[in-house]
């Protein structure tokens, strides 16, 4: 192709951006917040600093270390797709989905391998200092995704008559996360509604030889 936005460089554009703004984002947070510091945006949105050890939007399941090597593994699974789809000559919206979740992944992975050794501990008394000279808060591949982004629609509490929850307090929407988790839901549900018909198709066609005609 001859055009300047080719889907390759559609892709690669959509990496570098996504990347970029997540990893700025996270850095910023990481040093100039306290560890559970919030800033009120507006009644239904915060900016509240934490980190998980876990996956997308706080859950945690299984041990760190696992959870990181499977992120490595699906991040060039995904990345081997994302290749094969652009070399196919695949949908440009359907290759703007994958390059988000790619992206997305990518950038919660950056987090987890590097950041225990980049930076010292965050704490509710101590803001994070990039390359310590005492060292990192864990070594590599054991570091903690940075999450912030806190959209508490309705707080409020259950009924009283309610039985089990009455007079408990219900937030929604109570997970905490970051850019690339956002980048990660967008493509999924993009994909979702837009190509769910079109996923089995696309997934074959990457996995035929070079050569072989769709």
């Not at 839901?185 to 089995?200: M, R, V």
Request: hydrophobic letters at 50%.
């Amino acid at each position: 192709m001859n055009k300047v936005l080719t889907k390759g460089r559609i892709a690669w554009l959509i990496i570098f951006v996504v990347l970029v703004i997540d990893q700025v984002i996270k850095i910023w947070i990481k040093t100039h917040m306290y560890w559970h510091e919030s800033i009120r945006v507006t009644d239904w949105f915060y900016i509240y600093f934490t980190e998980n050890n876990g996956m997308a939007f706080g859950m945690e399941l299984f041990g760190k270390l696992f959870l990181t090597l499977f992120r490595l593994v699906a991040v060039t699974f995904i990345g081997y797709l994302l290749y094969k789809f652009v070399k196919r000559d695949m949908k440009t919206g359907f290759i703007v989905c994958v390059a988000l979740i790619l992206t997305g992944a990518l950038g919660n992975i950056v987090d987890s391998v590097f950041y225990g050794v980049l930076f010292n501990e965050s704490t509710y008394s101590q803001i994070a200092s990039f390359l310590p000279e005492e060292g990192g808060y864990a070594p590599l591949f054991y570091g903690r995704v940075v999450d912030m982004l806190y959209f508490p629609i309705i707080d409020t509490h259950w009924p009283e008559w309610m039985p089990l929850v009455g007079g408990e307090r219900f937030i929604f929407f109570s997970p905490i996360f970051n850019f690339a988790d956002t980048a990660i839901s967008c493509g999924i549900i993009a994909l979702l509604l837009f190509y769910s018909k079109y996923l089995n198709t696309a997934y074959h066609v990457a996995m035929q030889k070079d050569g072989q005609k769709a």
